[in-house]
């Protein structure tokens, strides 16, 4: 190596990498370390002497224990659940469906239909909420998890479509062509021949899917109003909060135990997760 | 002989028997018609007449389990006079326009670090997308923990490093409450722009870079003349993701202020829902909500428009 290229390295890389990573974990190991630290030693002032706020001595499961007993937090994750897998297998449906139709055949106002589904994609939760509780209130199904399931795959079905879309585009058609002489049907092809190939694609809109409607808050919030129905994102919210006063220890365990599935399955499918989020900016 | 008759015979079975569905179906434009019907049965339910429904209410005086009559442009001509409603829309845009130019300039530079090679290159990328992943409201609560007046981890710091010697109270002031929701936006959005451009980035030839390097470019020169104008594509998509999911952003600000000190820190998003669900006033919410729409028609626009003219290159 050059001479001086070494300190360079470090101040040129390791040490921007190291404030970034630093900077973007530590709410992570925060919330971690509040979840096991004794509420004696949480609410400390911070001009305390002898203050050690980075660690602590006396580890406890009181909030956790709490959380459990005293809230319906067992209760909010298996709704959370239910919900993201079921919206997660009808966005699935319908947009591989979709995206199957709106890259592979030839039909009347298919380019504008595409456009119309990308069009939703970009449509913010935000804008429809008050309009789509109305609706919601309308067609009975407020305060059930049907009021969350079938409004999710309106943001996800677009996301869905407009990522396998650019799988299938890279499918050759010689493929389906083979099967259709054959003798399969179009049908067939596209179900036994072209799905099968799409797995890989499949995956990662899936993953980045249940992400999504894991993270989904807004619609819940206004959607669901009994605690035994809300997801872990309201019910953390709602019910770990007393008018002024916050139960951080039990709050930082929520938010710690809350995000532990979706950052399961990312771990295990971390390229598939990518691949989709690039995939879903390139378009 | 007889084997050859044999499959033959078989092959002749196995030959299915088309129904007057299957027929249907082998037509593209009818099997084109069928697999777009169930999305857009969900996306005409609850997208269109949504929308539509929004549109009617707004020029209404609809309250909660008052239907409400027709009352015109009266709703938008209200929230023109309404205080709180320009300082939302104002706070809306510098949310939007300052965490962009943060993200992007930020999310370039872990890019360009993350492009290199490095030991654990996987693991980093892996751990440094988790802000992103982990649900916003709950890492939220993280930062509104650390922004606690009197438990604050970050007064706690500064204070120990003789930075300040009186607590900074982050969202109990207006600006520092601003500050603050653009800090936790910039946080939580930096992975995304890193991954992505990185992703961009990874598509670039190396080549490229080494050929300017021989022809004597500086390495300023060589991002800015070679790498910048090839990730460019990537970079719009990217900024103009973002800037509509933060120009409608809800849960960061419900969260961290709630819209407050003073209503200081209202959005689109966070004023809509105090007035359509807090207050009751669901017309006036919902014109709060639609108010956003022009400015989202327009980068949606430019979207549309800027990837057509990729396509066409």
């Not at chain 2, 409603?85 to 326009?97: L, P, S």
Request: hydrophobic share 55%; aromatic share 16%.
């Amino acid at each position: 190596m050059i001479e001086g290229a070494k300190w360079r390295r470090w101040v040129y890389f390791y040490l921007p990498l190291g404030v970034f990573i630093f900077s973007l974990l530590f709410p992570f190991y925060w919330m971690l370390v509040t979840t096991f630290r004794p509420d004696a030693e949480l609410y400390r002032p911070w001009m305390a002497p002898n203050y050690t706020p980075f660690w602590t001595a006396h580890p406890t499961l009181e909030h956790i224990k709490y959380l459990f007993d005293e809230t319906l937090f067992a209760t909010w994750m298996v709704n959370t659940l239910f919900i993201a897998l079921a919206s997660t297998v009808i966005s699935l449906f319908c947009g591989l469906l979709a995206g199957y139709a709106l890259s592979r055949l030839k039909f009347p106002f298919a380019g504008s239909l595409g456009t119309g589904i990308f069009v939703t994609y970009l449509v913010p939760q935000t804008l429809l909420f008050i309009p789509l509780a109305d609706i919601i209130r309308n067609y009975h199904l407020g305060d059930t998890p049907w009021a969350l399931i079938l409004t999710y795959p309106t943001f996800l079905i677009p996301f869905c479509t407009w990522l396998l879309m650019g799988y299938f585009k890279a499918i050759p058609r010689e493929l389906e062509e083979c099967a259709r002489i054959d003798g399969a049907t179009r049908w067939k092809a596209m179900v036994y021949i072209i799905f099968p190939i799409a797995v890989p694609g499949i995956l990662s809109a899936g993953i980045f899917a249940f992400t999504l409607s894991w993270n989904e808050f807004i619609y819940a919030l206004v959607f669901l109003s009994s605690p035994e129905q809300k997801t872990v994102p309201v019910g953390v919210t709602s019910e770990l909060i007393r008018g002024d006063v916050f139960f951080w220890g039990p709050l930082m365990a929520g938010a710690l135990l809350g995000s532990i599935p979706v950052a399961i399955i990312y771990s295990f499918f971390v390229e598939h997760y990518v691949a989709g989020l690039t995939g879903s900016v390139k378009g | 002989m007889a084997i050859s008759y044999a499959a033959r015979e078989r092959a002749y079975v196995a030959a299915p028997r088309r129904g007057p569905v299957t027929r249907l179906l082998e037509d593209e434009r009818w099997l084109g018609a069928l697999l777009l019907l169930p999305t857009a049965v969900l996306l005409a339910l609850f997208i269109a007449y949504p929308f539509v429904k929004g549109v009617l209410l707004s020029v209404t005086d609809a309250r909660v389990g008052v239907p409400g009559t027709f009352v015109g442009l009266q709703n938008f001509i209200a929230l023109a006079h309404d205080g709180i409603f320009r300082e939302a829309v104002w706070n809306t845009f510098i949310y939007t326009g300052v965490t962009t130019v943060f993200k992007l300039a930020l999310g370039l530079w872990l890019a360009l670090l993350l492009n290199r090679h490095f030991r654990g290159k996987a693991l980093t990328r892996a751990f440094v997308l988790l802000p992103f992943i982990i649900p916003t409201v709950l890492s939220t609560f993280a930062w509104k923990w650390m922004f606690d007046p009197t438990f604050s981890v970050i007064n706690w710091t500064l204070y120990r490093l003789d930075i300040i010697d009186s607590r900074i109270n982050w969202l109990g002031d207006p600006q520092l409450a601003m500050i603050s929701i653009i800090i936790v936006n910039v946080w939580r959005g930096v992975p995304f722009y890193a991954i992505s451009l990185l992703a961009g980035l990874q598509t670039i030839s190396p080549e490229l870079q080494e050929a300017a390097a021989i022809d004597g470019a500086r390495p300023w020169q060589r991002f800015w003349h070679v790498t910048w104008p090839l990730l460019l594509p990537v970079t719009m998509v990217v900024v103009l993701f973002s800037v509509i999911q933060t120009f409608a952003d809800f849960q960061l600000v419900y969260v961290l202020t709630g819209g407050g000190p003073a209503n200081a820190t209202h959005l689109f998003a966070t004023y809509a829902y105090q007035i359509g669900v807090g207050t009751g006033l669901l017309s006036e919410g919902a014109a709060i909500s639609l108010a956003m729409f022009p400015a989202l028609l327009v980068v949606v626009v430019v979207q549309l428009l800027y990837i057509r003219r990729v396509e066409i290159h």
